[in-house]
């Protein structure tokens, strides 16, 4: 049997806490595993206890590096299970953190879904790039897709608020239009709404 010598906060006011063991080993784990587990010191930990105690300090580990990750920028699931993967966390505990997390509002593909694809829209770009940067955070296509859906007029009124902000070309210049046209395409316009937007001039 394994007995709790000491339990303290490692910072103050946070939700770690330290506990540490009469055989000198030190799990840190949430709060919230103390009610979970009765834990108090002096608590002598049965075996299935002290295991899942070990799992605990392992998820919590996991969670707060996570919790770095998102105060960074949000991440998709996807993004943070490769993470947690990386970690060496297995599929079942990496599932645990990621339920986690989403319960408290902190994962949620959905809305990083919704706002990627609004900043995207508000700067001027095209459906192409907007999709590519759904793809390359992980959110799935189903997802995305209820928020990319847009109609040719509106990503036509996108593709010249773009040329507005780097000036419009010179309809009278073949260069000056190919220019326009590979900024366009770059920012991620289909071909269809890049000749609609420089007015079919493409072919002069």
Do not use: K, N
Request: glycine share 10%; aromatic share 2%.
């Amino acid at each position: 049997m394994t007995t709790i010598v000491g339990l303290r906060r490692t910072r103050a006011g946070g939700p770690t806490v330290e506990v540490v063991l009469d055989s000198g080993e030190r799990l840190r784990v949430h709060d919230r595993r103390l009610g979970e587990h009765g834990l108090c010191t002096g608590t002598t930990l049965a075996p299935a206890t002290y295991e899942a105690l070990q799992t605990a300090g392992r998820l919590d580990t996991a969670e707060r590096r996570a919790l770095r990750l998102i105060a960074v920028r949000p991440r998709s699931r996807s993004e943070l299970r490769r993470r947690l993967g990386e970690w060496g966390l297995g599929e079942t505990d990496s599932a645990a953190v990621l339920e986690r997390l989403a319960a408290i509002g902190l994962v949620d593909d959905d809305a990083l879904a919704a706002a990627v694809v609004s900043i995207r829209r508000a700067d001027a770009y095209g459906r192409l790039r907007v999709g590519f940067d759904l793809d390359r955070l992980g959110i799935d296509e189903e997802t995305g897709a209820g928020h990319t859906a847009t109609s040719a007029a509106d990503e036509l009124d996108r593709a010249r608020r773009a040329l507005r902000g780097r000036h419009a070309p010179d309809a009278r210049d073949p260069a000056s239009l190919r220019r326009a046209a590979a900024f366009l395409a770059r920012r991620g316009f289909d071909a269809d709404t890049v000749a609609a937007a420089l007015g079919h001039e493409l072919d002069a």
